[in-house]
């Protein structure tokens, strides 16, 4: 059974940094994009970043770049995602998610295989 759980959320002040892990079971990670996503109370779920599985390509929105890195160890199972100057707006339940690719990142409606979420808030 296809399994993404994630973990590494927590609180942290602005400007903090926190490192989120999406660890994987039940398929070949070789084969599937993983995207992350979040979503803020009330808002919308948002991709905010993706990485390939041949060329691990990278992919992020305007509101996480330059901030958060994307990166993956196939070996592993894992997906990790580092945010750093962190912003109380960057507060929401992020999520991992698989989709299968042939290469390059996925259009985010297209991932259709989902962790759970770990919550991040970012507050002083």
């Known amino acids: 059974q296809l399994q993404l759980v994630e973990s590494g959320g927590g609180l942290v002040q602005p400007g903090g940094s926190l490192r989120l892990s999406c660890a994987t079971s039940g398929f070949t990670l070789d084969y599937y994009a993983i995207g992350w996503f979040r979503q803020a109370p009330g808002k919308e779920r948002e991709g905010i970043s993706c990485?390939?599985?041949?060329?691990?390509?990278?992919n992020y929105a305007d509101s996480v770049k330059g901030r958060f890195t994307i990166s993956r160890d196939n070996a592993k199972n894992t997906v990790y995602l580092q945010m750093n100057s962190l912003k109380p707006e960057d507060t929401a339940i992020y999520y991992c998610?698989?989709?299968?690719?042939?290469?390059?990142?996925?259009?985010?409606?297209?991932?259709?295989?989902w962790g759970e979420g770990t919550q991040v808030t970012v507050s002083s």
């Open positions: 998610a698989a989709c299968p690719s042939y290469g390059g990142c996925p259009p985010w409606h297209e991932y259709a295989y």
């Open positions: 990485i390939a599985n041949k060329d691990r390509s990278t």
